[in-house]
């Protein structure tokens, strides 16, 4: 559970940091939520028959899926103050799919300042029990100086 009472700053991170892991749980639940949530009704990613017919071991997460693991991994790690400017580019490499246990996590891989904003870009990642699902990708913050 995240303690939203804490809070990073720009002038304590350092390059090579690392992003502390998230871990989420791909069930059908959170395919079927996540599809009407982001209205992606592609079967593929809540139908097992048809994700099999296209070629997929099974239902997998879909782009907004993943996306909302990297968020979450990355607003838990900069804290209510820090903003996220940009997401990606990230490459999807093996199927999340029902049943996985998908642990999600980074380091810091640049800071600087640019145009009065504190900026870090973050080297994000996806892995599961067959090895690395999505990324690396680069997520981009501003952080809050003290």
Known sequence: ???WSKQIYWDDVKEGDEVAPVEFNVTLQRLIITAG????FNQV???DRIALAQGAP??????????GM???????????GGRVKRVGPFRMRIFN??????????TVKRKWQEDGE???ELEIWSEHEGGTSVGPGSVLITLPSK
């Open 1 to 3: 559970m995240a303690d």
């Open 37 to 40: 949530g982001n209205r992606d």
């Open 45 to 47: 990613h809540h139908n």
């Open 58 to 67: 099974e239902a997998y997460a879909n782009n907004g899926f993943v996306q």
């Open 70 to 80: 990297w968020e979450r991994t990355v607003r838990e790690y900069m804290g209510l």
């Open 97 to 106: 799919t029902i049943g996985s246990h998908v642990v999600t996590k980074g």
């Open 118 to 120: 504190n900026l870090v």
